[in-house]
């Protein structure tokens, strides 16, 4: 079935560094990609999104690539921030539309 | 703030009762989802409903049950709980039947002593 794997953490960095957290997926057809970030005590935020191959979703200096060759949605931040830190979920929803599938999760740490 | 309402924020209660979590979607929004996130299996789907029906299941327990009322509202009734039940659980919303981008709630605390 269909499922998304992602780095396993926790990851920390200083300040200003760039940050990669690998997502992979498995999925028949053309699934819809999903990046989602939980800061401390709140509900999950979408953070970007790509819903077809090649697709670049952006936000807040956040970018992923939807890469059907490779089948990876990889979040990628050139210089990271304190306000950054929080836990990042990879996630997919199925070509059907009735399934979504959420990554275990990628806590981020960034000190000043 | 999503526009998404759950209640309570947190619930303790022993092993063996039945609790229910409350959700209210946004404006507008005709499907919700709930999910529980615990320490050891992560994020999980466990059901949608859209417009009062049933649209999708996930890993959700035959203990667990949902609806979802005319006014959109839903309802998350968890029974013979034990102590595994633990965990945070979100609600989440979607203009569409079709699960694309979700507004998720703050989440309920379930604690189960």
């Known amino acids: 079935g269909d499922s998304v794997t992602q780095m396993e953490g926790p990851v920390t960095l200083s300040e200003e560094a760039c940050l990669t957290i690998n997502c992979t997926y498995t999925a028949t057809g053309y699934p819809s990609l999903f990046w989602y970030v939980q800061y401390p005590g709140e509900g999950l935020q979408l953070l970007l999104k790509a819903t077809k191959a090649d697709d670049k979703g952006s936000n807040k200096g956040f970018e992923a690539t939807y890469r059907k060759e490779t089948t990876s949605f990889h979040l990628e931040k050139g210089s990271v921030q304190v306000s950054d830190s929080a836990v990042y979920f990879c996630?997919?929803?199925?070509?059907?539309?009735?399934?979504?599938?959420f990554g275990t999760g990628t806590s981020l740490t960034v000190i000043p | 703030d999503s526009g998404v309402t759950q209640t309570p924020k947190h619930l303790i209660t022993a092993t063996g009762q039945r609790v229910t979590l409350r959700c209210s979607p946004r404006?507008?929004?005709?499907?919700v989802y709930w999910y529980q996130q615990s320490l050891d299996q992560g994020l999980q789907f466990l059901i949608q409903?859209?417009?009062?029906?049933?649209?999708a299941k996930g890993n959700i327990l035959e203990r667990f049950s949902a609806q979802q009322f005319p006014d959109l509202h839903s309802e998350l009734n968890l029974s013979s709980l034990e102590l595994g039940d633990s965990a945070l659980y979100f609600c989440?919303?979607?203009?569409?039947?079709?699960?694309?981008?979700?507004?998720f709630g703050p989440g309920t605390r379930l604690t189960v002593l």
């Open positions: 989440a919303s979607s203009t569409l039947p079709r699960i694309n981008e979700q507004f």
């Open positions: 404006s507008g929004d005709l499907s």
């Open positions: 996630a997919l929803s199925s070509n059907t539309g009735n399934q979504f599938y």
């Open positions: 409903y859209y417009n009062g029906e049933e649209r």
